[in-house]
């Protein structure tokens, strides 16, 4: 397993709130540490499919949002990375706030498996999901 490196967790939670996706969802980012994320989505009507609940894409948005957070926590933000498959198996409908709970399973080089449990506001566990992540080159300096 590759060593992660030193993260500067304040500048990676900024970094965090510019990513457009996470501002237009209005996504707030609960927990931050080496690994691991909590990332709530504000539920709205907005956000239903056509049963009334949260849509089910929408749950999996977060998780791959709340996975590439906690990967972002061991590499910082400089490292490119993209999503190379997702599955997601739903639990339960959800009708509030959902909440993904992220952690990484392997640091890998270059492949990088990420575990999200899913709940709603009540603590219902609604979804869970297993994201994997590709490790790409690092940015260029800016």
């Given at each position: ?8 967790f304040t500048a990676l939670r900024e ?12 996504y707030r980012?609960?927990?931050l540490k080496p690994?691991?994320?909590t990332?709530?989505a504000?539920?709205?009507a907005?956000?239903?499919g056509i049963f ?7 749950l999996l ?7 590439c957070c906690?990967?972002l ?6 490292q ?5 498959d997702m ?24 492949i990088?498996?990420?575990h999200?449990?899913l709940?709603d506001?009540q603590g219902?566990h609604?979804?869970l999901a ?13």
């Open positions: 397993m590759p060593a992660a490196p030193t993260v500067d970094f965090i709130a510019r990513i457009p996706l996470f501002r237009t969802l209005h980012l609960d927990e690994g691991e994320a990332v709530t504000p539920y709205t907005d956000h239903d009334r609940s949260f849509h089910g894409g929408l948005t977060l998780a791959d949002t709340a996975a906690a990967l926590a061991l590499t910082g933000p400089d490119v990375m993209t999503t190379t599955n997601i198996r739903f639990l339960a409908p959800c009708n509030s706030d959902a909440t993904a709970r992220a952690r990484v399973i392997k640091f890998g080089r270059t990088c498996p990420i999200v449990d709940f506001a219902k609604v979804a297993q994201v994997t992540y590709m490790r790409l080159e690092k940015m260029p300096a800016r």
